[in-house]
């Protein structure tokens, strides 16, 4: 008896796929299924796997850009995903990793439910009180700082350790990235706290470092929100990412209920790869921080997810949080209530697991969003 691992795949590419992988595989055995009018194909992880390290995107203008054969490349940026065959890849890699001696907050039922759900929601008192306080203070501030500042001011925030992004056409700020390396600013002090850094490391059974960091603010009336993404299908195409074997966890600094664009995932879809749409061009992330055009989840794929799984939203008080898997489909809508959000985001990712060559992008992205500078790609100690 083999294990197997489904892969749903549309009718009309059926033997594109399957020649693909009979082509780059030595497919053991192989069993197929219509139902609803999709074929569903089954094969073992194995084959699964070595697809994964094979196979060149189908209707893609070009293959992968990474040049080394051994490492896992995942397909996507597809031209046309709106109508390809591959709507699910099964996870080849652990949701929680081997025992590597590292212990932390999380209990074991906390494990559980991160390992078979994707995410975690944070109880009050994770987190400090006083310092969860302090932060919302200095991010509130800044924000009216920047929106109040004269344009030569607003540049000095570039040279600084934080970039601030912008709502598309106004001044009011959207994300505050870099702010873990801002060490005066209560904020990085939350990021890097103890407790904090030794979840990530728990989850991750690695030593760990900041990928990222930022503060997302979606102020009353005026935030925007992002589309359904899964983190690593960005982090892989334009980052180098190599493998899923990062999170975020992010910090309330005030309520968050769906009225006010709290997180919104879809439960279990980390448990797969979605391909995405679209051949980028160089720099993408320049206007993509503010609306992101590729990258995105294709709507039949999310149609079906949401069909089979539903949608989640993260809610909580101030002071609590949620951590989630670097590859669960999530999102979040437009904050049309009278009631602010601001969150801390830190991603953090295991040090074995560190940026290589872009997959499918011709440049690496910037430093503030996807850390490759040797004096911070180390591990994380707490401030």
Same mark, same amino acid.
Request: charged share 20%; glycine share 2%; proline share 8%.
């Given at each position: 008896a083999h294990c197997v691992s489904l892969v749903t795949i549309r009718p009309q590419t059926l033997n594109n796929m399957m020649s693909t992988l009979i082509r780059t595989v030595a497919l053991p055995r192989c069993s197929m299924y219509t139902r609803s009018g999709r074929i569903t194909a089954i094969i073992s992880p194995t084959a699964t796997a070595k697809y994964l390290q094979s196979a060149t995107p189908s209707g893609s203008t070009r293959g992968p850009l990474h /040049?080394?054969?051994?490492?896992?490349? $995942?397909? =996507?940026?597809?031209?046309?995903?709106?109508?390809?065959?591959?709507? /699910?890849?099964?996870?080849?890699?652990?949701? !929680?990793?081997?025992?590597?001696?590292?212990?932390?907050?999380?209990? /074991?039922?906390?494990? %559980?439910?991160?390992?078979?759900?994707g995410y975690l929601i944070l109880p009050v008192g994770f987190f400090s009180t006083q310092l969860v306080k302090e932060c919302r203070e200095a991010m509130l501030a800044m924000a009216d700082l920047y929106q109040q500042s004269a344009e030569e001011v607003k540049r000095g925030f570039k040279n600084e350790a934080t970039t601030v992004i912008t709502e598309p056409g106004t001044n009011v700020?959207?994300?505050?990235?870099?702010?873990?390396?801002?060490?005066?600013?209560?904020?990085?002090?939350?990021?890097?706290?103890?407790?904090?850094?030794?979840?990530?490391?728990? !989850?991750?059974?690695?030593?760990?470092? !900041?990928?990222?960091? %930022?503060?997302?603010?979606?102020?009353? *009336?005026?935030?925007?929100? $992002? *589309?359904?993404?899964?983190? $690593?299908?960005?982090?892989?195409?334009?980052?180098g990412m190599p493998c899923m074997r990062a999170l975020s966890l992010v910090v309330f600094l005030m309520d968050n209920s769906p009225h006010n664009g709290a997180l919104m995932v879809i439960p279990r879809s980390h448990k797969y790869f979605i391909p995405t749409h679209g051949l980028q061009g160089s720099k993408h992330w320049e206007t993509s921080l503010k609306h992101q055009v590729y990258g995105l989840t294709p709507k039949h794929a999310l149609k079906q997810l949401t069909e089979e799984e539903g949608i989640v939203y993260c809610e909580g008080k101030a002071g609590q949080g949620v951590i989630f898997d670097c590859n669960l489909v999530h999102g979040?809508?437009?904050?049309?209530?009278?009631?602010?959000?601001?969150?801390?985001?830190?991603?953090?990712?295991?040090?074995?697991? %560190?940026?290589?060559?872009?997959?499918?992008?011709?440049?690496?992205?910037?430093?503030?969003?996807?850390? %490759?500078?040797?004096?911070?790609?180390?591990?994380? =100690?707490p401030l």
């Open positions: /040049k080394d054969a051994a490492v896992k490349v $995942f397909p =996507t940026r597809i031209e046309d995903a709106a109508t390809q065959e591959v709507i /699910k890849i099964p996870r080849v890699d652990p949701v !929680l990793w081997p025992s590597n001696g590292f212990s932390g907050p999380l209990s /074991k039922e906390q494990l %559980r439910s991160f390992d078979q759900e700020p959207r994300s505050i990235f870099g702010i873990d390396r801002e060490l005066t600013n209560p904020v990085a002090h939350l990021i890097r706290s103890k407790k904090s850094i030794a979840a990530a490391q728990q !989850l991750l059974q690695d030593e760990v470092y !900041l990928h990222q960091s %930022r503060v997302n603010l979606q102020p009353a *009336f005026d935030g925007t929100g $992002f *589309f359904w993404h899964s983190d $690593f299908e960005t982090w892989h195409s334009e980052d979040s809508h437009s904050n049309i209530s009278p009631f602010s959000r601001v969150n801390v985001y830190s991603v953090f990712n295991a040090l074995s697991n %560190r940026l290589q060559t872009p997959f499918y992008a011709s440049s690496p992205r910037t430093e503030y969003v996807a850390a %490759r500078d040797p004096a911070w790609v180390k591990p994380a =100690t």
